[in-house]
């Protein structure tokens, strides 16, 4: 696997620390700006947003020689400058780095979401599209042909939900500033609420929540009071992925501060998830890309010698019972026969570093054959 060099993972860190900063800062839309008006000789500070036909959006915001004022104008120019700035970082990720960027409406949604609080109010960015973060996260080159996606998942604990006592803008309205045509799909077991948001043209946004109870409360839409109306689709093992996720940057326009999973619990997650969607009716093209992604990220690991964090979160699994156990061992024997070798080898090795016996978890001196 090709690492990234050195110069271009010091600039992505660079572009993450930056955009987190920006979207902690910025009190005012970056698409407006501030304009004085005279008013009975007297000169007044207004801020101009686009709006809907052309037309702008002016909004008072006090007298120019309030000093006070003066500084936030200030500010303002300093982070329209810097979103010039991390554009320009972006586009050499992209283009000299060859660094994943979402496609535009992908990319468009996430920020919008991330504008509305979303990641503020501690949700994680999941699935093929948090996927597209880890070549920065881990400094290697991901394999593109699992990049592809329609469609966007972001995934929040209920308890957060209800503890963080906030609340995003409605979803679909913030949606449709991105789209106009997003609707929403009432659930299916209760038209009550909606967990999926989709487009004329069929792309779909989802909202996942871990699974509280037993199976028999998957297929029943949560209740999220954070997440401006929306609920969300309760799945099993996902309490699991989205435990204490990491920083990242979506290369799409300036930058976009998102959390994703902890890689290793990703790469984790989708062993369980490929297993299980030979069961679950989804077909195999998923689960093949399931497969993919998971290898990739714990080949990169492994190069990066990262074996302790995969083995770390690999025991945590295996500890959590039959069930878990049984769904990474398939997840395991879908792997070519290589990979296996190397994935068994990275994992035996960050188990026995940890002070564990790896034949406690299934790792055996040499992995067991594929019949």
């Given at each position: 696997m090709q690492q990234i060099p050195h110069s271009y993972q010091t600039l992505y860190s660079e572009l993450a620390q930056r955009a987190l900063d920006a979207s902690f800062t910025s009190e005012f839309d970056p698409a407006g700006r501030f304009v004085t008006a005279t008013v009975k000789a007297r000169k007044y500070w207004y801020f101009d947003t686009p709006a809907e036909e052309g037309k702008k959006k002016r909004t008072y915001v006090g007298p120019a020689d309030d000093p006070e004022i003066t500084k936030r104008v200030e500010a303002f120019k300093d982070l329209k400058a810097d979103i010039k700035e991390r554009r320009k970082l972006v586009s050499t990720l992209v283009r000299e780095a060859y660094l994943p960027r979402p496609e535009r409406l992908t990319g468009d949604v996430v920020e919008a979401l991330a504008n509305a609080g979303f990641f503020r109010l501690r949700g994680v960015l999941v699935g093929t599209v948090a996927y597209q973060c880890y070549p920065g996260v881990l400094g290697v080159r991901l394999p593109g042909t699992a990049m592809s996606t329609a469609d966007a998942d972001f995934a929040q604990f209920h308890s957060i939900s209800v503890a963080v006592d906030d609340a995003m803008?409605?979803?679909?309205?913030?949606?449709?500033?991105?789209?106009?045509?997003?609707?929403?799909?009432?659930?299916?077991?209760?038209?009550?609420?909606?967990?999926?948001?989709?487009?004329?043209?069929?792309?779909?946004?989802?909202?996942?929540?871990?699974?509280?109870?037993?199976?028999?409360?998957?297929?029943?839409?949560?209740?999220?009071?954070?997440?401006?109306?929306?609920?969300?689709?309760?799945?099993?093992?996902?309490?699991?992925?989205?435990?204490?996720?990491?920083?990242?940057?979506?290369?799409?326009?300036?930058?976009?501060?998102?959390?994703?999973?902890?890689?290793?619990?990703?790469?984790?997650?989708?062993?369980?998830?490929?297993?299980?969607?030979?069961?679950?009716?989804?077909?195999?093209?998923?689960?093949?890309?399931?497969?993919?992604?998971?290898?990739?990220?714990?080949?990169?690991?492994?190069?990066?010698?990262?074996?302790?964090?995969?083995?770390?979160?690999?025991?945590?699994?295996?500890?959590?019972?039959?069930?878990?156990?049984?769904?990474?061992?398939?997840?395991?024997?879908?792997?070519d026969e290589d990979a296996r070798a190397q994935v068994h080898a990275t994992l035996a090795a960050g188990i026995d570093k940890l002070g564990a016996d790896p034949s406690d978890y299934g790792m055996t001196d040499e992995p067991a054959a594929r019949p």
């Open positions: 803008p409605p979803v679909l309205d913030t949606l449709r500033r991105v789209d106009p045509t997003f609707r929403e799909i009432p659930h299916q077991s209760d038209g009550r609420y909606t967990t999926q948001f989709s487009t004329r043209s069929g792309y779909k946004v989802e909202f996942l929540t871990p699974n509280r109870g037993g199976d028999e409360h998957g297929g029943k839409p949560t209740p999220m009071p954070a997440l401006g109306g929306a609920a969300a689709q309760p799945l099993r093992f996902l309490d699991f992925l989205i435990y204490e996720p990491v920083r990242a940057v979506l290369l799409h326009g300036s930058g976009i501060p998102v959390n994703v999973p902890a890689p290793q619990r990703y790469a984790i997650h989708k062993l369980i998830v490929a297993s299980r969607r030979r069961t679950d009716g989804d077909g195999t093209a998923k689960s093949r890309k399931d497969v993919l992604q998971a290898t990739s990220i714990m080949q990169a690991m492994s190069g990066q010698r990262q074996d302790e964090d995969l083995a770390e979160a690999f025991m945590e699994a295996y500890d959590r019972g039959p069930a878990w156990r049984e769904a990474i061992r398939k997840g395991l024997d879908m792997l």
